[in-house]
Nanobody
Framework: QVQLVESGGGLVQPGGSLRLSCAASGSIFRINAMGWYRQAPGKQRELVAA???????NYTDSVKGRFTISRDNAKKTVSLQMNSLKPEDTAVYYC???????????????WGQGTQVTVSS
C-alpha cells in the first residue's frame, strides 16, 4: 500500500520560515511528478509548487521567490522550503505524487494526509 507522509507544519510568525517534507513508501515502481497543494478554509485546493522527476519546477505566482520545492528520487521524498511566510499562506498543505505501481500499470495520483501551516503573530 502506497503512503505519502508529510511532516514539518506548524505555527510561525509572519516573515518566518518552515520546511515541509513528504516521504513516499510502499511498492512503487516509479514516481513521476511530485507537488504540494494547499487548501485554506472556504477555498478550493490549489497547486503551490510542482517538480518533475528531472527537476523542472513550477510555482503559483503568489509564492514565487519565497518557496522552493526539491526532491530526492532515491529517497522518494519531496520538500518545500517556505520563507517570508505571510498570513495568507495559512492552509492545510498536501503532498501529491503521480506514480506508477508497476511496469504494467498506469499512472495514478496519491495524496498525503495534510499538514497544517498557520502564519500568525
Amino acid at each position: 500500500q502506497v503512503q505519502l507522509v508529510e511532516s514539518g507544519g506548524g505555527l510561525v510568525q509572519p516573515g518566518g520560515s518552515l520546511r515541509l517534507s513528504c516521504a513516499a513508501s510502499g511498492s512503487i515502481f516509479r514516481i513521476n511528478a511530485m507537488g504540494w497543494y494547499r487548501q485554506a478554509p472556504g477555498k478550493q485546493r490549489e497547486l503551490v509548487a510542482a517538480i518533475t522527476r528531472g527537476g523542472n519546477t513550477n510555482y503559483t505566482d503568489s509564492v514565487k521567490g519565497r518557496f522552493t520545492i526539491s526532491r530526492d528520487n532515491a529517497k522518494k521524498t519531496v520538500s518545500l522550503q517556505m520563507n517570508s511566510l505571510k498570513p495568507e499562506d495559512t492552509a492545510v498543505y498536501y503532498c501529491n505524487a503521480d506514480l506508477r505501481l508497476s511496469a504494467w500499470s498506469g499512472n495514478g495520483a496519491y495524496w498525503g494526509q495534510g499538514t497544517q501551516v498557520t502564519v500568525s503573530s
